[in-house]
């Protein structure tokens, strides 16, 4: 499975952006697809995760605020982040893998398969 992700960019304090990962291969339907994010200086931490079976999990900090959604007839992932705040600036992974298990969901470890990353930088 290859990994694309894209949207990134520059936003105002309050705005909205929309991820997107975008993948190879015709069994991406079976696998768990997280976002990961780095701020600078930072390690990377979990925001965000489907499941296979479709079910949705967020790290607090960004709960009601960011919903995680999949299309597996486009092979796409995505990420609807909005009140964005100056704590969300990082760069942002996409990633998959197969047989994750729930309590895995939020290490990246658990993660065959990684997107290059893209920058969210919020920013006045």
């Known amino acids: 499975v290859q990994l694309q992700a894209s949207g990134g960019g520059l936003v105002q304090p309050g705005g909205s952006l929309r991820l997107s990962c975008a993948a190879s291969?015709?069994?991406?339907?079976?696998?768990?697809v997280a976002w990961f994010r780095q701020p600078p200086g930072k390690e990377r931490e979990f925001v965000a995760a489907?499941?296979?079976?479709?079910?949705?999990h967020y790290t607090d900090s960004v709960k009601a605020r960011f919903t995680i959604s999949r299309d597996n007839t486009k092979n796409t992932v995505h990420l609807q982040m909005n009140s964005l705040k100056s704590e969300d600036t990082a760069t942002y992974y996409c990633?998959?893998?197969?047989?994750?298990?729930?309590?895995?969901?939020?290490?990246?470890?658990?993660?065959?398969?990684w997107g290059q990353g893209t920058l969210v930088t919020v920013s006045s």
């Open positions: 990633a998959a893998g197969q047989g994750v298990i729930l309590s895995a969901l939020r290490a990246p470890s658990a993660y065959d398969y």
């Open positions: 291969g015709r069994t991406f339907s079976r696998y768990s």
């Open positions: 489907i499941r296979y079976s479709g079910s949705l």
